[in-house]
T-cell receptor, first 112, second 113 residues
Framework: GIQVEQSPPDLILQEGANSTLRCNFSDSVNNLQWFHQNPWGQLINLFYIPSGTKQNGRLSATTVATERYSLLYISSSQTTDSGVYFCAVEKAGGTSYGKLTFGQGTILTVHP | DTGVSQNPRHKITKRGQNVTFRCDPISEHNRLYWYRQTLGQGPEFLTY????????KSRLLSDRFSAERPKGSFSTLEIQRTEQGDSAMYLC???????????FGSGTRLTVV
């Protein structure tokens, strides 16, 4: 199956700092999503981004499909950004069911 | 649109008992997914429905697991003869097409004692 590697595994920031999270994947994909899991366990979809660049407020994401990686940028971080960030992909050329393979996540802690 | 709803939020059961979880997806979403997440790991795919048809099942879904989605609306996931290794968060997600983002429910946390 497709492999998904996220880095760094842990990240500790002071409020206001910027950060970049990376997701590498081992095969071509037709679906890539970034999620934030808050401390209560709720998974929130941040971006659907199989290619290109998107921005939503302080968050932006870029996927370079030909080089098999995606980046999530968080600017001016806030304590509410704390939690686990997951990258999830679906391998291209399959049945397009939307079945996602998740990475291990990046644990982000933002201190006031 | 009230999002994806899962019930119960928590379930504690004794080993060997059967449990059933329910997921109500967003009404216009025809695709429904079940995932399982254990501590410190990312969610793992269990099964997928398009409308009422179960189109894919993971090898993680042993014979003790069964899922249904009657009439293409809500879905249930049943685990028979629970084992301690079944303890996990069971997550349901829905989307309205393959090329769209998922919406996850809050999950059902199962503890088998």
């Amino acid at each position: 199956g497709i492999q998904v590697e996220q880095s760094p595994p842990d990240l500790i920031l002071q409020e206001g700092a910027n950060s970049t999270l990376r997701c590498n994947f081992s095969d071509s994909v037709n679906n890539l999503q970034w999620f934030h899991q808050n401390p209560w366990g709720q998974l929130i979809n941040l971006f659907y981004i199989p290619s290109g660049t998107k921005q939503n407020g302080r968050l932006s994401a870029t996927t370079v499909a030909t080089e098999r990686y995606s980046l999530l940028y968080i600017s001016s971080s806030q304590t509410t950004d704390s939690g686990v960030y997951f990258c999830a992909v679906e391998k291209a050329g399959g049945t397009s069911y939307g079945k996602l393979t998740f990475g291990q996540g990046t644990i982000l802690t933002v201190h006031p | 649109d009230t999002g994806v709803s899962q019930n119960p939020r928590h379930k504690i059961t004794k080993r060997g008992q059967n449990v059933t979880f329910r997921c109500d997806p967003i009404s216009e979403h025809n695709r429904l997914y079940w995932y399982r997440q254990t501590l410190g790991q990312g969610p793992e795919f269990l099964t997928y429905f398009q409308n009422e048809a179960q189109l894919e099942k993971s090898r993680l879904l042993s014979d003790r697991f069964s899922a249904e989605r009657p009439k293409g609306s809500f879905s249930t996931l049943e685990i028979q003869r629970t084992e301690q290794g079944d303890s996990a968060m069971y997550l349901c997600a829905s989307s309205y097409r393959a090329g769209a983002g998922y919406t996850f429910g809050s999950g059902t946390r199962l503890t088998v004692v």
